[in-house]
């Protein structure tokens, strides 16, 4: 298994400002993931975090809103940049093998 | 396409009582089949997997559940609940047929379980 320790875990930020989350895994993992989840709902898959390579962004999700770093197999960031209210949510870092996914605590973050 | 159905938003079950919690899936491949549990304010935790072999799986908790593939299925489930249980589940598949070496999850809309003393 993998334990991923995810920091922030909660923020109040300023509209206009960016938030940049950081996401350790205890091993090396091939796969990393950022998600976003409103409260009480499903996960929103936001990227893959490649090592080396320029994140993999899914439908509705950009590099420059959403830069992503991952310079080595047990470390990734997250950044939400120009934050709006509409950027409030809980974003989840995910770790995975061939046949298992771990998550983070999330962040809780909420744009004033 | 593939994707991953939870029919029920919610569940409500008397403590004692069995419980069921459904998923079904649709997938190219052979599916990869997940559960986790998200208590409130956490993150979410993994309950257990259908990767091959005995359809029925057992995992944290005391909680199993079972792969159908004639139906597409993997109900999770659980001889008694408890009030402890409550929380939001999520049903998770992963394809390995065509997609090859793609490792994304397909997830499941959530079913809160509410069990009542």
């Known amino acids: 298994s993998a334990v991923i320790s995810q920091k922030p875990s909660r923020d109040i930020c300023q509209r206009g400002t960016s938030l940049t989350i950081q996401c350790q895994v205890d091993s090396q993992v091939t796969m990393m993931f950022w998600y976003r989840q409103q409260p009480g709902q499903s996960l929103t898959l936001i990227a893959t975090a490649n090592q080396g390579s320029e994140a993999t962004y899914e439908s509705g999700f950009v590099i420059d809103k959403f830069p992503i770093s991952r310079p080595n197999l047990t470390f990734s960031t997250l950044t939400v940049s120009n934050m709006s209210p509409e950027d409030s949510s809980i974003y989840l870092c995910?770790?995975?093998?061939?046949?298992?996914?771990?998550f983070g605590q999330g962040t809780r973050l909420t744009v004033v | 396409a593939q994707s991953v159905a939870q029919p029920e938003d919610q569940v409500n079950v008397a403590e004692g009582n069995p419980l069921t919690v459904k998923c079904t899936y649709s997938v190219s491949g052979n599916p990869y089949l997940f559960w986790y549990v998200q208590y409130p304010n956490r993150g979410l935790q993994f309950l257990l997997k259908y990767i091959t072999g005995d359809n029925l799986v057992k995992g944290s908790y005391g909680f199993e559940a079972e792969f159908n593939k004639s139906q597409t299925s993997f109900h999770l489930k659980k001889p008694s609940a408890l009030v402890s249980d409550s929380a939001l589940y999520f049903c998770?598949?992963?394809?390995?047929?065509?997609?090859?070496?793609?490792?994304?999850?397909?997830w499941g809309l959530g079913t809160s379980l509410a069990v009542n003393p």
């Open positions: 995910s770790a995975s093998t061939n046949t298992e996914a771990f």
């Open positions: 998770a598949v992963r394809d390995f047929g065509n997609a090859g070496n793609n490792r994304k999850l397909i």
